[in-house]
């Protein structure tokens, strides 16, 4: 059985005061649950109070990115070793807008994904395309494409903590959903290509998200298909009672 995992991406958004607000306000709303993973992405200013504030709670706590380096002379970046140092868990691995807007490849989604697994940081790797691409029939191309490259070299016995995340790039930020089936339908061809490249016990053990627009009201739906084992949400994260009732409306599935 995979555990269902909700992410909550708080991009760049919250100054540290007021993710301590955002964090007073949603604990007491998720403290009965027990069956979804939660995991909190703030910005890294915010990340050493968010995970001392969690610490006591059943939240885990992730960064937005990394570098794939332990250290070096990368000025402005963050590395694994320093997510580890503070307590994080999980990292958000090439993000569409990290591919858009800061040359993000999947060659360096390659190279972040390794660094990860040998820092024991959980991955939560984005894939996805964009609408022209889905209009001209190349969806499954291009997330073969991404997963065949992002797990490159490495040992399947290494992969169980993958986490991937399905976003297809014209339902982020725009309220444009995939519905159900088209989520799902992208789930089989990256678990099947899973499969082909690291086994079936990998490819059945990897949880597979679904990011772009979730919100609470369509978050039970979209989470009640079984190739769909949670959601990475953006937007409506940044607010406790929606991101809690998304919690909610997923774990009633
Ligand atoms: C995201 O940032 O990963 C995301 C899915 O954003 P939104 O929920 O706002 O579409």
Redesign the pocket.
């Known amino acids: 059985m995979r555990k269902l995992l909700i992410a909550a991406?708080w991009?760049m958004y919250k100054t540290p005061a007021e993710s301590a607000a955002f964090l007073t306000n949603f604990f007491p709303l998720v403290k009965d649950n027990t069956t979804a993973e939660i995991v909190l992405c703030p910005a890294m200013p915010c990340l050493p109070a968010v995970v001392e504030a969690a610490r006591d709670e059943s939240v885990s706590v992730g960064a937005q990115n990394m570098h794939w380096l332990s250290e070096g002379a990368y000025t402005g970046e963050t590395s694994p070793t320093m997510l580890t140092a503070i307590g994080a868990t999980h990292v958000l691995i090439g993000?569409s807008e990290r591919r858009q807007y800061f040359n993000e490849t999947d060659t360096t989604v390659n190279l972040k994904l390794k660094s990860a697994l040998v820092h024991s940081l959980i991955p939560i790797v984005c894939v996805g395309e964009h609408l022209n691409e889905r209009e001209r029939n190349l969806t499954a191309d291009v997330l073969n494409l991404q997963v065949s490259v992002a797990l490159e070299g490495i040992d399947p016995a290494s992969l169980g903590p993958l986490v991937i995340a399905y976003?297809p790039v014209w339902?982020?930020?725009t309220g444009r959903t995939a519905t159900p089936e088209i989520a799902e339908g992208a789930h089989k061809i990256i678990r099947a290509r899973i499969a082909s490249i690291a086994g079936s016990d990998v490819a059945n053990a990897t949880r597979i998200l679904y990011?772009?627009?979730?919100k609470p009201d369509n978050a039970g739906k979209l989470c009640c298909l079984g190739d769909i084992d949670g959601a990475?949400?953006?937007?409506?994260s940044l607010d406790p009672a929606s991101f809690a009732q998304i919690i909610a409306n997923a774990t009633s599935r």
């Open positions: 991406n991009k993000h976003e339902a982020i930020g990011g772009g627009s979730v990475l949400v953006g937007g409506a």
